[in-house]
């Protein structure tokens, strides 16, 4: 596509109500499934698409970083690239406003894919895992940033959530609902003919609640996140709200299965 750079650009725009040429550039039983990671210190949002010639490498990094129990990698395709003709067969329109309210935050002119967000506060090229763990240890300076301690379970039909006191946040709870890995083959467009294996893919978005900084629990039904595929499950505390979305405070992953 001779009018597009290999890493597609777009300009900001508002978050949705749901959730540039560079360098190549989710019935009480007695098993309880604890959550994998009991302090993770980062979460890494990948923001890709099935029509970006330089995403595959950025998937790839993705698939490594989720091997790592301290890091929760999160793989949101975005829409915005549907125009060109053919539709990406994980995008959701709120991961591309969620990308676009990260950037307006950070005071970008603009998005592009592959994008990584570490911990809500830095980007960097997804495909450059340096970057992402030096990006990842700098957000580590900020004392808020992946601080409050926060668990999360599964027993029979419901996920239990129970996040510790902190007195002075606030933020937003949100669950994931994930696909551990979903392999594509796609048909069209400059990645034609691969098979590319995504890795903890979000499938499903739910605002849990609104946290004041107090000690809670809260319960959501499995039902409320689940849909075929899904098997895993990623929680987080993140401050501002999803127009205005801040640093990350707290997270958890686990599976459902």
């Given amino acids: 596509m001779s009018d597009l750079p290999e890493s597609k650009t777009t300009t900001a725009g508002a978050f949705a109500s749901r959730l540039s040429r560079t360098l190549g550039i989710c019935a009480i039983v007695t ?20 029509g970006c010639s330089s995403c595959p490498p950025a998937d790839k990094v993705l698939g490594e970083l989720a091997q790592d129990k301290s890091v929760i990698a999160l793989s ?7 125009y060109l003709g053919w539709k990406d067969t ?13 950037s307006h935050m950070r005071g970008n002119r603009g998005v592009y894919t592959p994008q990584a967000v570490i911990n809500g506060t830095t980007d960097v090229l997804g495909s450059d895992r340096i970057a992402i763990e030096n990006a990842a240890k700098g957000t580590q300076k900020n004392d808020d940033v992946m601080s409050v301690p926060i668990t999360m379970t599964t027993s029979g039909s419901q996920i239990n959530v129970s996040v510790e006191e902190a ?21 069209r467009g400059e ?13 499903n978005v739910l605002k849990v ?25 990623a929680v987080f505390i993140q401050d501002g709200n999803r127009e205005k979305p801040g640093p990350m405070l707290g997270a958890a992953f686990t599976s459902l299965n």
Avoid: M
């Avoid at 034609?192 to 890795?199: D, F, K, L, S």
């Avoid at 609104?210 to 499950?233: C, H, Q």
């Fill in 76 to 82: 949101l395709p975005i829409d915005y690239w549907d």
């Fill in 209 to 233: 609640a609104d946290w004041n900084g107090k000690a809670g629990s809260w319960t959501v039904p499995l039902e409320n996140i689940t849909r075929d595929g899904v098997d895993a499950a």
């Fill in 90 to 102: 994980l995008a959701d329109s709120r991961f591309s406003a969620r990308q676009k309210a990260y």
């Fill in 31 to 50: 098993v309880i499934t604890p959550a994998c990671a009991d302090n993770p210190r980062a979460v890494v949002e990948l923001f890709t698409s099935q």
């Fill in 167 to 187: 007195d002075g946040r606030s933020g937003e709870i949100w669950i994931c609902a994930v696909s551990k890995q979903v392999p594509i083959t796609i048909s």
């Fill in 191 to 203: 990645n034609r003919g691969q098979q590319i294996t995504y890795h903890n893919v979000v499938r």
